[in-house]
């Protein structure tokens, strides 16, 4: 027969392992005081998405009235560019890359419900 008290502190003991890794990580990340590695994680946190910018301004042009037409010439060819560079360059930040792991984990787990 299974105690519930010692299930519960069983469960403690887990959350506080936890607690304390997760500590260890965040003191750890906190040593770090390398200026390269603050700009490289910095520009992790704020990628920049060009083809959504490309978009923008093609758009903007198309829009812009105009006799000759150069900015509709032009406008078109940005906006399909900004569509390729879209698909093709990662803009993925570190909230992005939480949030699909956090997708990932739930997915895991539901299937796991459903399994056993």
Partial sequence: M?????VRIDKLRRYSESLK?????????AKIDDRGTANSLGSLQRASAPGKKLQKVGFIMMWIPEPTGITCAVGGPMIVAGRYLDKKYNSATIHDIGHETKNTFSSIHDFKNSVM
């Fill in 2 to 6: 299974v105690d519930p008290l010692q």
């Fill in 21 to 29: 890794r997760r500590t260890s990580v965040y003191s750890d990340i």
